[in-house]
């Protein structure tokens, strides 16, 4: 295991997963935050919602560009200049006093961030040819730490700053990854034209009927991560009778049990089948979003947190894996980028859909609906096992 962290590659493992515990948290602290933010600008819940939607969705548009790029320049570059992006949006919401002028910061971090994942995952492909199962978990381990420390930061912010101020320490830690960034990179930073050809990419895609199985899986897991995790601490405050500081805790707790989930989930799919192990993790979200509806006791809602959250963080690193095995290494960072635009972008649905049937429905009718995408996803998942 340790391995995984040494030498050149490890270096560049440890900085990549860094930055992604840096930047998440500054992209997911606005979810801990959302009922004062929601006060703060005078908007309703459904607003808020679309206002995050818009951020995943310039996340998506940007997603098949950044593969793209680290295709045909380099990794490093699009890596420097997706920092570059965010840290300019993390300005502009520390700054920002008005709703327009706090979305255009959400799109430019969620923009920032879609050029920054693509790359990542051409960095990590071309780094490790072995125990790759295992640098994807430690990746989306980093993930899932950052979405942790987006809730300790709205605890620290909340209370003690105004919200803007969360902000802050994000845009100077980021610039930190970056300079480390270009002290890692080896190579030239050569900048010349490219030419997307989405048409051509789309059509190798497409030939497979694997391709639209994948997207259905990830798509729904998306939609369901993206709703899920916006709404969460709103949820557990207006359903459940959390306080402010105990719904944070459990959003918090949610993706420290994804951090010792996907390094597991990663390891164990570079031996098992990834298909079978993500029909597993669908298994966990049902029981865990039924008992997270169903039950009001503290300790049912966090068994049923601890399942959910099994089940929305284990499918990320199995289905990585599965799709590093069969994607061409030298065309993945756009192959990947054009099916990421695709799942991003449905699930950037999530937040509005959550948010919108929240205020018609209520909190609870708009979490329960959820169970539906486990079943939907399951059944592409089987089908993909079997082929296998």
Same mark, same amino acid.
């Given at each position: 295991?340790?391995?995984?962290?040494?030498?050149?590659?490890?270096?560049?493992?440890?900085?990549?997963?860094?930055?992604?515990? *840096?930047?998440?948290?500054?992209?997911? +602290?606005?979810?801990? !935050?959302?009922?004062?933010?929601?006060?703060?600008?005078?908007?309703?819940?459904? /607003?808020?919602?679309?206002?995050i939607s818009f951020m995943w969705a310039c996340n998506a548009a940007a997603q098949f560009p950044g593969g793209r790029y680290s295709d045909r320049?380099?990794?490093?570059?699009?890596?420097?200049?997706?920092?570059?992006?965010?840290?300019?949006?993390?300005?502009?919401?520390?700054?920002?006093?008005?709703?327009?002028?706090?979305?255009?910061?959400?799109?430019?971090?969620?923009?920032?961030?879609?050029?920054?994942?693509?790359?990542?995952?051409?960095?990590?492909?071309?780094?490790?040819?072995?125990?790759?199962g295992r640098a994807f978990g430690v990746r989306d381990a980093a993930v899932n730490l950052g979405s942790a420390l987006s809730a300790v930061l709205?605890?620290?912010? *909340?209370?003690?700053?105004?919200?803007?101020?969360?902000?802050?320490?994000? %845009? $100077?830690?980021?610039?930190? #990854?970056?300079?480390?960034?270009?002290?890692?990179?080896?190579?030239?930073?050569?900048?010349?034209?490219?030419? =997307?050809?989405?048409?051509?990419?789309?059509?190798?895609?497409?030939?497979?009927? /694997?391709?639209?199985? #994948?997207?259905? $899986?990830?798509? $729904?897991?998306?939609?369901?991560?993206?709703?899920?995790?916006?709404?969460?601490?709103?949820?557990?405050?207006?359903?459940?009778?959390?306080?402010?500081? /105990?719904?944070?805790?459990?959003?918090?707790?949610?993706?420290?049990?994804?951090? +010792?989930?996907?390094?597991?989930?990663?390891?164990?799919?570079?031996?098992?089948?990834?298909?079978g192990m993500g029909v597993a993790a669908m298994g966990f979200g049902v029981v865990g979003l039924s008992t997270l509806v169903l039950v009001d006791?503290?300790?049912?809602?966090?068994?049923? &947190?601890?399942?959910?959250?099994?089940?929305?963080?284990?499918?990320?690193?199995? !289905?990585?894996?599965?799709?590093?095995?069969? =994607?061409?290494?030298?065309?993945?960072?756009?192959?990947?980028?054009?099916?990421?635009? %695709?799942?991003?972008?449905?699930?950037? &649905?999530?937040?509005?859909?959550?948010?919108?049937?929240?205020?018609? &429905?209520?909190?609870?009718?708009?979490?329960?609906?959820?169970?539906?995408?486990?079943?939907?996803?399951?059944?592409?998942?089987?089908?993909?096992?079997?082929? /296998?």
């Open positions: 295991m340790l391995e995984t962290f040494r030498g050149y590659n490890g270096r560049q493992l440890n900085l990549h997963a860094l930055g992604i515990v *840096v930047s998440l948290s500054g992209l997911l +602290v606005v979810a801990p !935050m959302l009922p004062e933010i929601i006060d703060y600008f005078g908007v309703s819940a459904a /607003e808020a919602g679309v206002s320049l380099s990794a490093g570059v699009v890596l420097l200049g997706s920092q570059g992006v965010m840290i300019l949006g993390f300005l502009v919401l520390a700054v920002a006093t008005t709703f327009p002028v706090f979305v255009a910061g959400l799109g430019l971090i969620g923009a920032g961030y879609g050029l920054f994942e693509p790359a990542g995952f051409v960095l990590l492909q071309t780094q490790f040819e072995e125990n790759r709205a605890v620290a912010i *909340v209370g003690t700053f105004t919200w803007r101020d969360a902000f802050v320490p994000v %845009v $100077v830690l980021l610039a930190l #990854v970056g300079a480390g960034t270009h002290r890692l990179n080896c190579g030239d930073y050569a900048v010349s034209r490219v030419t =997307l050809d989405l048409k051509a990419v789309c059509s190798r895609l497409f030939r497979e009927r /694997e391709t639209y199985a #994948v997207l259905v $899986v990830m798509s $729904v897991s998306m939609f369901l991560w993206q709703g899920s995790a916006s709404f969460l601490p709103a949820y557990l405050q207006a359903v459940k009778s959390f306080t402010s500081f /105990e719904a944070t805790v459990a959003f918090a707790s949610m993706f420290v049990v994804g951090m +010792v989930v996907t390094p597991v989930a990663g390891t164990l799919s570079d031996a098992w089948s990834p298909t006791s503290t300790v049912g809602v966090g068994l049923g &947190l601890i399942a959910y959250a099994i089940a929305i963080t284990a499918i990320w690193p199995v !289905m990585y894996v599965y799709l590093s095995d069969v =994607l061409a290494t030298e065309t993945i960072g756009g192959d990947l980028g054009v099916l990421r635009t %695709v799942y991003f972008a449905v699930g950037s &649905l999530g937040p509005a859909y959550i948010g919108t049937a929240a205020t018609r &429905l209520g909190y609870t009718a708009a979490f329960a609906s959820l169970l539906v995408g486990f079943g939907l996803a399951a059944i592409p998942l089987v089908w993909l096992g079997r082929r /296998e």
